[in-house]
């Protein structure tokens, strides 16, 4: 390529280089970086992990696959496929911290309402005398209920 003469010329023609280098670039990125759907999708797997864990321990391993996947798709997508993520605030990940330190004291609500559930237990079943019987649910705090009426 050859030099001009005058600078206003090369800084014209890099500028139209740079121009076109960037469209290129545009062009051929790739998808914008959805992370704020990344973290929803994430923070979905772990709340029901632990909120229906105790429910069912295989969930403990079946979170632990899906996390393990997830993370890895993630890094490959990230890798070969969409553009670099804008930089975000703390704010997504301090959110994220807040809302998730609830699930254990949700959890613990279902925990103690399957775990008092004294059918699972002691194998009690109550049969109906008519159709349109009330069953008895056998939990804790529905006995108490029960009982006074």
Do not use: C
């Amino acid at each position: 390529m050859a030099k001009s003469a005058l600078p206003a010329e090369d800084s014209l023609q890099m500028k139209n280089e740079s121009e076109r280098y960037l469209r290129f670039i545009d062009l051929h990125a790739g998808p914008i970086y959805p992370f704020n759907y990344k973290v929803a999708e994430s923070m979905t797997f772990i709340f029901a992990t632990i909120y229906f864990g105790p429910a069912m321990p295989f969930f403990y391993v079946v979170g632990l696959w899906s996390l393990a996947l997830h993370y890895f798709m993630e890094r490959y997508k990230l890798a070969y496929f969409y553009r670099i993520p804008p930089q975000y605030t703390s704010a997504l990940t301090i959110l994220h911290i807040q809302i998730m330190a609830l699930v254990p004291i949700w959890s613990l609500m279902l925990t103690f309402w399957i775990y008092t559930n004294q059918q699972m237990f002691d194998n009690k079943i109550d049969t109906l005398k008519f159709q349109s019987g009330i069953v008895k649910s056998h939990h804790f705090i529905g006995d108490l209920v029960w009982s006074e009426l």
